[in-house]
């Protein structure tokens, strides 16, 4: 079965950093297309940067170009999401989750993305 588990999110004041991680079990994060979502209060959850199986892609949303940066660890089938100087809109939880090879998928939407995590809790506040 498919799993991820997300860690490190937390309390950071604007213009801090925070560095995610998704540890997958049940299957090898290469061979998939994977991504972090974001789902704010009141809103529906959102894509903030996926990777193609294989590498041969990676996706950011407007809103984390140059401050955010995805990343996998291959060895231990960990997917990790860098962020900088984050702001308070991007506060949310934050999920990581996969996309079945082969099959279409949509980084902005999820579309196509399962095994969801229980997700992290990011705040950027003062």
């Known amino acids: 079965q498919l799993q991820f588990v997300e860690s490190g999110g937390g309390l950071v004041q604007p213009g801090g950093s925070l560095r995610l991680s998704c540890a997958a079990s049940?299957?090898?994060?290469?061979?998939?297309?994977v991504g972090w979502f974001r789902q704010a209060p009141g809103k529906e959850r959102e894509g903030v940067s996926c990777k193609s199986d294989g590498d041969g892609f990676t996706w950011y949303a407007d809103s984390g170009k140059g401050r955010f940066t995805i990343s996998r660890d291959s060895a231990k089938n960990v997917l990790y999401l860098q962020m900088n100087s984050l702001k308070p809109e991007d506060t949310g939880v934050y999920f990581c989750g996969a996309a079945v090879p082969g099959r279409g998928y949509v980084c902005s939407s999820g579309w196509g993305f399962g095994s969801w995590g229980q997700g992290t809790q990011v705040t950027v506040s003062s």
């Open positions: 049940g299957f090898t994060l290469d061979h998939y297309a």
